[in-house]
């Protein structure tokens, strides 16, 4: 079965730690695609990255970075030297496999910047 | 530009209202759809819409109807609702179907029904 796993259901960090955020993945395909959203208490979702199955390399955006490990079935996202501005909930979704039009979201992760 | 665009922000409506809540993209994407997000949970897909045809219904009860007038433009209408409809409905729209394209959102409307 198709699933997401945010075991980190709420996280708070001091501004200016590194923390990472963990998504587990399980999928029967071998074609799929991994994404991150940021949800801040706006409501809007904010696309940050989307990643398919062939493409291991991680990467480096600003502050964001992401490890993609087929591995281990992670696509785990880290923001170095966290701001006020991070605080969100965060969402890792999963391609539906053979519903080109869904994606399987995660629970969300809730993380807390404090000043 | 990746802008969806949602009105109203807010709606507070009574259970014998109607209301439509609307959804606009100008980025010439051709899929459209709506979700439902209750409070400290992930988005719930309820209607997909694929070159302004309905695709996908997710069992979802007929008081919500769904229209799609034109590529641009996705409503959502709202009848005779209940109490636990009351929730954040997200819109988002994606490029044609080509494999598992990246959905946009918009800012979402909040409603609470009475």
């Known amino acids: 079965a198709q699933k997401v796993t945010q075991a980190q259901t709420e996280i708070s960090v001091v501004e200016k730690e590194d923390v990472t955020l963990d998504c587990v993945y399980e999928?029967?395909?071998?074609?799929?695609?991994l994404f991150w959203y940021k949800q801040p208490p706006s409501g809007e979702l904010v696309f940050l990255i989307r990643?398919?199955?062939?493409?291991?390399q991680n990467e480096i955006s600003g502050r964001y970075s992401w490890n993609f490990q087929k591995s281990t079935s992670s696509f785990n996202f880290t923001i170095t030297a966290s701001q006020v501005v991070d605080s969100a909930v965060y969402f890792c979704?999963?391609?539906?496999?053979?519903?080109?039009?869904?994606?399987?979201f995660g629970k969300g992760t809730r993380l807390h910047i404090l000043p | 530009d990746t802008e969806v665009t949602q009105t109203p922000k807010h709606l507070v409506m009574g259970m014998t209202n109607k209301k439509s809540l609307k959804c606009e993209q100008h980025m010439g994407h051709r899929a459209m759809y709506w979700y439902k997000q209750k409070a400290k949970k992930p988005p719930e897909l309820m209607f997909v819409y694929s070159y302004e045809k309905l695709s996908i219904n997710e069992s979802v009860p007929s008081r919500f109807s769904p229209e799609c007038p034109n590529s641009s433009l996705l409503n959502l209408h709202l009848h005779a609702l209940q109490p636990e409809d009351s929730a954040l409905y997200l819109c988002?729209?994606?490029?044609?179907?080509?494999?598992?394209?990246?959905?946009?959102f918009g800012p979402g409307t909040r409603l609470l029904v009475l």
């Open positions: 999928t029967r395909d071998t074609t799929y695609y």
């Open positions: 988002a729209s994606s490029h044609p179907l080509t494999g598992q394209e990246t959905q946009y």
């Open positions: 979704a999963l391609s539906d496999p053979g519903r080109d039009d869904k994606i399987i």
């Open positions: 990643r398919n199955s062939f493409d291991e």
